[in-house]
Structures are given as C-alpha cells and as structure tokens.
C-alpha cells in the first residue's frame, strides 16, 4: 500500500522501505517506489517517487524521471540532480553535424527548477536558443578575430550565460541548423546547452575547440531545485487535518513565494518535519560556534541559556568577565554612562544621515545612469510634454508597497501592478526584470519617444521611475483584461465575426502607426494577443513595449539575445538575430489565427504536426479543409468564403520569408476593406444586437437563420416583444 497521511501520521512507512539508494538518503515524504512515497487525495498529482537503479558501474542510484538525484534536504526544502545537456556535435563517419536534444518537465511533480541556476551555451558560430515555460530566449556566439574566448569570462565569445526565470517548471533546447555547420568543426566540433546551477560552472576556454566540458560533467550537468509538498497555501492545508503533512511536534508550515508549502522544524529543533516527532531538540551547548557561551551553558527544549559563574557577568556573545569594583564615586558613574549614551545617540544619528546620504546619492547614481538629465532637457524643450517622472515613494505608495494583490499580470519582462496615484487615477506600473547596459545609456531618450506616441489604440505611458536599478514605466490602466482572456478564458460568451474582425483592424492600425508614423519608426517585437488591452467598448489597446526596439539605421545591426513568446516568434528573427517591421507582421498573423479560430498557439498535447496553430491551420488549408478549423460561433454556410479571404491574409502575413510578407500598413488596409464588405451585409444596429449576444448564458433552444448569422429563437421573441 502507497505511504498516506496515516502513515505518516503514526510515524511510520510501510514495512520494507528503503530510507537509502547507494549512498544517497532518501527522506520522507519522498520514497523508493510509489508504495514508499507520500501519496494523499491533495498530493496526488504529485510524484514522491524515487527509483532506485543500477548505473553503468554497478553502483545503485536514485533516479527520477531519468534524471539522477545527488541529494534531497528536507530543512532547505531544495533537491540537486544531474541533468542532460543538449550537443550539436560533428560525426566524422557521415561528415555532418548531429544532435542530441535535452529538455526537463517537472509538471505534475513537487519540483520547480531553482533560479540558483545558470542557461550555458559553448560553441562557435553557434545560435541555440532555449523554450522556457513556453516562453523563448537565446544566445548567438561567435569566435571571429577581435573576439577571443576568456577563462572565467562567459559573454558572448566562445560562451554565453543567461540567468534562469524564477517560478520554471518545464525547458526544452534547441540549435538552429544554419549557424552550427560542419565546416568550423575542427576548431570546435561541438557545441552545448546546458542548466547548471551557479556555483557549479566556470568558463574554461578549452570547452570550446575540445569535447572536455562533457567530459567533466559526463553528459549530465548538476542542477538545483526547489520543492514544496503540494499548490495549497498553509492556511487551506491546516484545515484538511487528514492530509495536512507538518505532523511533527515543533514543526512549521512554511508558504513557497512561488506558489505551495512545505514543511520545517522550529527553531531550536531540526529533523524531519514529515514524521512524528520527526523535529528532534539541538543541544546549543554542543555547538559554541554556532550558540557561544562562554560561561555556563544549560539547554532547554527548543533554546539554551547562558550563564556566569559567581563573581561575574555576561558582555557581548555570551562572554564572562570577572566584576570590577568602582574606585570612582556614583556621580561620576551617573555623569559618565550619561556621557556616553549621549555619544551613542549622537554617532547613531550620523551614521543615519550618513545612510540616507549614501542612499540619495544611489538614487541620483541610476538617475543619471538611466538619462534623467537628458530627459528633463528634453521635457524642458518640447513644452506640453505629459510626461512626469516619479519617485519611487509615489509608486510604492501607489501599489500598496507593490503588493501581491496587486499584480495585473507577469511575463518574461516585467510584473504589471495595478496603482492609484494621489489624485485618485488608476495607473498600470511595470517593473522590469533585467536590462542591458546599452539600454540604460538609451533609456532616457526612447522613453521621451514613447510618451510622444499618441493613438487610440495603444496603451498611453504617462511616466517613468529612474531612481531605482531597473527603471518603472507608468501606463494608463485599461480595465478589460487582454484579448487572450476574451479568446481562450470566456469560452461561454459568444464573439461576433464583426468584434473580431475591429480588433484585428484597430490592432494592425496601431503597429503601422508604429512602423510608419512613429519618430523614429518602432518595431514592437513581442505582439502577442496578451499584449492587446481591451477598454470598457473592447476596443484594443497595443501594450507592453519591453521588447520594443527603435528602427536601426544601421543595416549590420543585430541583437544578441533573441526575445518573444514561443507560438508568435518569426523564424526570420531567429535565424538572423535582426529584428525588423515584419517580424510583428509575423506574430500578428498568429494573432489574426486566434481571432478566427479561437486556439492557443501551442497545444502541447497535440501530436506532433498539430502543436502549434500555425502548422495546423497551414495543413487544413492545403487540403480545403479550413472550414473544420474556423470557430463554429463565426462560420456558417454563407460567409466561408469571406472567412477564406481572411485566413488567406494570414496565411501571407506567416510567409517564411520576411520580404513576401505584406507590410503592417497593407495588412491593416486589408482589414479595413473587411469591414467595409462586412458591414455592407448587416442590418441596422446588428453589432448591437451581437454585442447583446455576446452577453447571454449560452443554452440549448432552437437556431434560426438571418443570413449571415445565426440567431437564438427565444432572445428574437424578446426583441420583438420589447421585453
């Protein structure tokens, strides 16, 4: 029988279980096979399991799902593994390059990958990029003259490092064919990817022309992780007593800031929380490093007290000192402790000011960093600028110290908060995760250029914090949630062929606005329906330009690190590293999908031809099957072909090359020409009656038909009746 709640309760594992596998412990609630692993209604979901396996030399080891377990804490709640790194490597008997694929998915599993851990890439002329919980990033490499690999130095030559998202339960690898070829092999014949935790990884320039970095890791690279026992928080587990699993005597639950619990001992006592009476007291007095007691020691259940002996008293870190008679008078005692409280209070003081000192000058520090003083020039000269720059005080104040509660959402960029400003108007505050030092040195001058852009439809950014490390940008709030949620999280609610078809236009209108009108012209780089706001009349809102970048006038000019959402990012933009107008064009295709279809771009439980939208949609047009992928709500018998006309636009915005793609200017042109041929079919005040639509419980009733839409028979009644 699988190891309960009960059994833990009474202490106990099911007779037969292993605690050890080779010389790796194994703690509750974690156990060799499912019976020895903790398994409860609310756990369940959840794989304890460890396998218990002979490697190559004989020796048993732990495994889980193929990954070989090096350790499991209980007390820091943290698990190492060695992992698969992925190669691309030249194999002399067919002369080209082979590779081998490494990927990690701990969903459904107590375990999310630590952010303690570093994304290697080695190589040479090497593009490998990295799927991270479904959100893409990557590394370009080179090995030119003037770039020369460092021992120690991994950034761009010969190595590069990315930091690893918190909160990461799923990553898979991949190498572009076009930049690891066979022709460099012989001054690098491989080149890798690979998770490794921080402190575990040195640059050594010889894993660059040598297979030695596999060598030393033996394929598989050590990784850190976190663990927790299930999603509950410790409020909603305390209440379930049979599967609560903090069962020890002088344990603690403990809230995970990614989501879960796990379990503790107290202070004073250490042990497994997980098994009764599993928090065993420490004896202080066996540790004076860690507890100093230089007199007399006593422990207690939980803590320890300290002592002198007759004659003597206690000072700093439990250090005795023999007492001293005064050879002076009590006044002069009185006048000397006052003396000296006066000269703590006023060195406490100083220090204090010194403090807030060093923090304004900090302050001032990123301020000028970021290009405060550009800007205000800037602000200066273009009078009825409405830009203001914040404090971070007034954001703070703003979102409740940036509490949870106030988080609008979270993306590879930044976290969005909802705030209120003193004069009570509702703002969106982005803090941005990370940003490159050319950034900083630009930012200033591209944030004056986006509080320029003036369009209806997309998000206002009224102002920037600079004071801080990471710059804050302060957007207008738009109260509708984002054309994801409309699409994929209302699917009850009916959304006409009209509504879908103006957002689509109104989006399209605002990246030409972007690409033809803006000063300079800006690329938005991440289009994505999670990046379209909808307002109170659902119209759209383009948003979140965190990785926007300014046209380039420089043709040659390329970015190192490839950003975007996995589903929406264009071929192109991977293969070059250059990011131009049509790589939006690109991922506004993918959003023009959606709108017709209402599916994710990624379906990871599809087969393998159908995980992404894209290459479903292109398979049921080339065998005319498109009207069995449209949205049942949006087709019917009359408007197919109409509905092939618009597939047919996104079809050609998805083109594999950027040049045979339309601009965003034909594409929204396009789209506006549907609407005109659209409107010209519906009667008057129809998109009311939709929107009325759209906003009734879908029920079972008789369909009848009005042409080119459908109808409910009951809700025409009540129109006609008035009621």
């Known amino acids: 029988m699988p190891a309960t709640a009960a059994d833990a309760l009474a202490g106990r594992r099911p007779a037969g279980c292993l605690s050890k596998c080779g010389d790796v412990d194994i703690p509750f609630p974690f156990g060799i096979g499912h019976e020895c692993a903790l398994q409860t209604q609310e756990t369940s979901k959840y794989d304890f399991k460890i396998d218990c396996l002979s490697a190559h030399d004989g020796t048993r080891r732990p495994f889980f799902r193929g990954n070989e377990v090096t350790k499991i804490s209980v007390e820091e709640g ?28 701990f969903s459904d599993s107590p375990y999310w990958i630590s952010e303690d851990n570093k994304v290697v890439v080695i190589g040479c002329q090497t593009f490998a990029y990295m799927e991270i919980n479904f959100v ?27 930091d690893f998202p918190k909160g990461t339960w799923y990553y898979s690898t991949y190498f572009s064919e076009n930049y690891n070829t066979s022709q460099i092999w012989k001054s690098s014949p491989c080149s890798y990817v690979a998770v490794i935790e921080s402190t575990a990884f040195n640059f050594n320039t010889t894993y660059v022309n040598s297979t030695i970095f596999y060598d030393t890791y033996r394929g598989a690279t050590p990784v850190m992780l976190d663990w927790i026992v299930t999603i509950d928080t410790c409020d909603k587990a305390k209440r379930n007593s049979t599967s609560y699993t903090c069962i020890s005597e002088n344990s603690n639950c403990v809230d995970e800031p990614k989501g879960g619990y796990r379990c503790k001992c107290s202070d004073g006592y250490r042990g497994n929380p997980y098994i009764q009476d599993g928090c065993k007291d420490i004896d202080e007095c066996l540790d004076n490093s860690t507890y100093p007691c230089m007199g007399i020691c006593k422990n207690t259940m939980g803590n320890y007290t300290c002592s002198c002996n007759q004659g003597s008293h206690m000072v700093n870190n ?40 060093k923090l304004q000058h900090i302050k001032q520090k990123y301020f000028r960093q970021h290009g405060g003083l550009l800007l205000f020039e800037e602000m200066r000269s273009k009078q009825g600028v409405a830009f203001k720059i914040f404090s971070e005080k007034e954001l703070q104040q703003a979102t409740n110290k940036f509490d949870e509660k106030q988080v609008l959402g979270k993306g590879g960029n930044g976290i969005v908060y909802k705030g209120l400003l003193k004069d009570n108007i509702e703002v969106a505050v982005k803090r941005c995760m990370t940003m490159d030092d050319q950034k ?40 509708n949630r984002t054309l994801f949620h409309l699409i994929h999280g209302n699917h009850g609610r009916c959304i006409s062929l009209h509504t879908r078809l103006r957002i689509a236009q109104e989006s399209a209108e605002a990246l030409a606005y972007l690409h033809s009108c803006a000063s300079p012209l800006i690329f938005h780089g991440d289009v994505k329906s999670s990046n379209i706001l909808l307002d109170a009349n659902l119209s759209a809102k383009v948003s979140d330009f965190g990785a926007s970048i ?129 409107q010209s079919w519906m009667p008057q005040n129809m998109e009311e009656f939709e929107n009325f639509l759209g906003e009734m419980p879908m029920v079972n009733s008789q369909v009848i038909s009005t042409g080119n839409f459908s109808t409910d028979d009951s809700v025409v009644t009540a129109l006609v009746s008035g009621r």
């Open 550 to 678: 300014l046209a380039p006038t420089d043709e040659a000019k390329f970015v190192t690190l490839v950003q975007g959402t996995c589903g929406y990012l264009d071929p192109e933009y991977m293969q070059t590293c250059q990011l131009t107008d049509k790589s939006d064009v690109y991922s506004f295709g993918v959003v023009l999908l959606e709108l017709l279809t209402r599916k994710k771009p990624i379906n990871l439980a599809a087969s393998d031809h159908e995980k992404t939208l894209i290459m479903r949609f292109i398979t049921a047009r080339n065998e005319n099957k498109l009207e069995d992928i449209f949205d049942f709500q949006i087709k019917n018998i009359n408007n197919l072909k109409f509905l092939q006309d618009v597939a047919e636009l996104a079809i050609q915005c998805l083109e594999m090359s950027g040049v045979d793609r339309p601009s965003m200017k034909e594409v929204q042109e396009k789209l506006d020409t549907f609407r005109k041929i659209m």
């Open 318 to 357: 439990g250090i005795c000192v023999p007492n001293q008679k005064s050879a002076f008078p009590a006044k002069h005692v009185i006048g000397g402790s006052t003396g000296l409280v006066v000269l703590v209070i006023a060195i406490t003081s100083a220090c204090f000011i010194q403090e807030r000192r």
């Open 78 to 105: 943290k698990a190492w593994m060695n992992m698969n790194m992925s190669t691309y490597c030249y194999d002399s008997a067919s002369g080209t390059m082979k590779g081998r694929r490494a990927s990690a998915d």
């Open 136 to 162: 893409v990033t990557g590394c370009s490499l080179t090995c030119d003259r003037g770039f020369i690999p460092t021992n120690g130095k991994c950034s761009g030559s010969g190595c590069c490092q990315l």
């Open 440 to 479: 900083k040195k630009e930012f200033g001058k591209e944030m004056l250029i986006l509080s320029q852009i003036n369009h209806k439809n997309i998000v206002k950014l009224l102002g920037c914090c600079l004071e801080v490390e990471v710059p804050m940008l302060v957007y207008e709030f738009i109260p």
